[in-house]
């Protein structure tokens, strides 16, 4: 069974930039599109970005465009979520998972399969 591990979260300040990582064991990597999501207190899980299984497509949620950047490398089997300009609205627990992207900036998730995620946490 595929199994999700993301690390890379903190305590930061805004502005600042973190770099998670999603380690993909126990399933090839290429074969699925993969995002990043996240949670914040009281609110739903949303899509915060995704790319495809050879990395040719990405998408962002509107309000990470420009300052978020997704990449896959799928020889290592991990998938990263570089965060630049981080603002306090960031706040929340990261995770990775399978995707569908949909559209330009959609990113679904299909099969409710999560790791245990990560905290990123921006003072403002």
């Known amino acids: 069974q595929m199994q999700l591990v993301e690390s890379g979260g903190g305590l930061v300040q805004a502005g600042d930039s973190l770099r998670l990582s999603c380690a993909v064991v126990?399933?090839?990597?290429?074969?699925?599109?993969m995002g990043w999501f996240r949670q914040a207190p009281g609110k739903e899980r949303e899509g915060v970005s995704c790319i495809s299984p050879a990395g040719g497509q990405t998408n962002y949620a509107d309000s990470v465009k420009g300052r978020f950047t997704i990449s896959r490398d799928n020889a290592k089997n991990t998938v990263y979520l570089q965060m630049n300009s981080l603002r306090s609205e960031d706040t929340a627990v990261y995770f990775c998972?399978?995707?569908?992207?949909?559209?330009?900036?959609?990113?679904?998730?299909?099969?409710?399969?999560w790791g245990q995620g990560t905290q990123v946490t921006v003072s403002s």
């Open positions: 126990g399933h090839r990597n290429s074969d699925y599109a």
């Open positions: 998972a399978v995707a569908v992207l949909r559209g330009s900036s959609e990113c679904l998730n299909p099969d409710n399969y």
